[in-house]
C-alpha cells in the first residue's frame, strides 16, 4: 500500500506561481512514477505531468514551459512547480503514483487551485 498527501494549493493571481508538493509514505519502493493530474468543474480528469524512473518527464501541451515535475527520491516526494498560472489551471490537482508491472495506483486526496483573473 502507498499513501499520497498532497500539499501546496491555493489561490493566487493569473502570472503567479504555486508549488504542490506530493509525499508518499508505505510501500514506496514499488512506486515506478508518478504524475500530476487535474479536474476542473464539469470536466475530465487529465494528465497534467508525469515523472517516471529512467525517463525523462512528459508534460501536457497546455502547461508545457510553465509547469515543472520533479522528484526527492531521498524524501519520497514529488513536486510540481507551476509559474505563469493562468484562470485555465483552475482545478483540483491529484498525485497519482504507478507500481512498477503494472500493479496496483495510487490516488491523494487533491489539492485545489484556483487562479483568479
Known amino acids: 500500500q502507498v499513501q499520497l498527501v498532497e500539499s501546496g494549493g491555493g489561490l493566487v493571481q493569473a502570472g503567479g506561481s504555486l508549488r504542490l508538493s506530493c509525499a508518499a509514505s508505505?510501500?514506496?519502493?514499488?512506486?515506478?512514477?508518478f504524475g500530476w493530474y487535474r479536474q476542473a468543474p464539469g470536466k475530465q480528469r487529465e494528465l497534467v505531468a508525469g515523472i517516471r524512473s529512467g525517463a525523462s518527464a512528459n508534460y501536457a501541451d497546455s502547461v508545457k514551459g510553465r509547469f515543472t515535475i520533479s522528484r526527492d527520491n531521498a524524501k519520497n516526494t514529488v513536486f510540481l512547480q507551476m509559474n505563469s498560472l493562468k484562470p485555465d489551471d483552475t482545478a483540483v490537482y491529484y498525485c497519482?503514483?504507478?507500481?512498477?508491472?503494472?500493479?496496483?495506483?495510487?490516488w491523494g486526496q487533491g489539492t485545489q487551485v484556483t487562479v483568479s483573473s
Open positions: 508505505g510501500s514506496t519502493f514499488n512506486i515506478y512514477g
Open positions: 497519482h503514483a504507478q507500481t512498477y508491472n503494472l500493479g496496483p495506483t495510487y
